[in-house]
């Protein structure tokens, strides 16, 4: 089993920045792939940000040049530097994370909210 906790969530003005950490622990074998994603009142789930083993990052549009996506291999964390935020960044964020075997398995964390005031 893996799990997944995020932290860094907040209130913020817009302009203002936050990052979020997300913490794996568990049995993390052939965890290739981590990301990001946002969901708020009467919308579906949406991807934000995601990251592969090699680096390569993928943006949704709505964040590109402002989200920047990374991973620390050795603390077995993948961060999110959320910049420029604005208030339809409101959301609860939260991390996901692919482990591929003989089945895929998606595993998600408890999400943490970030606030974005105008």
């Known amino acids: 089993q893996v799990q997944l906790v995020e932290s860094g969530g907040g209130l913020v003005q817009a302009g203002g920045s936050l990052r979020l950490s997300c913490l794996a622990s568990?049995?993390?074998?052939?965890?290739?792939?981590m990301g990001w994603y946002r969901q708020t009142p009467g919308k579906q789930r949406e991807l934000v940000a995601s990251?592969?083993?090699?680096?390569?990052?993928n943006y949704a549009d709505s964040v590109k040049g402002r989200f920047t996506i990374s991973r620390d291999n050795a603390k077995n964390t993948v961060y999110l530097q959320m910049n420029s935020l604005k208030p339809e960044d409101t959301a609860v964020y939260y991390c996901?994370?692919?482990?591929?075997?003989?089945?895929?398995?998606?595993?998600w964390g408890q999400g943490t909210q970030v606030t974005v005031s105008s």
């Open positions: 996901n994370a692919e482990q591929l075997r003989a089945f895929s398995k998606y595993y």
């Open positions: 568990g049995s993390l074998f052939s965890i290739n792939k």
């Open positions: 990251i592969g083993d090699g680096g390569s990052a």
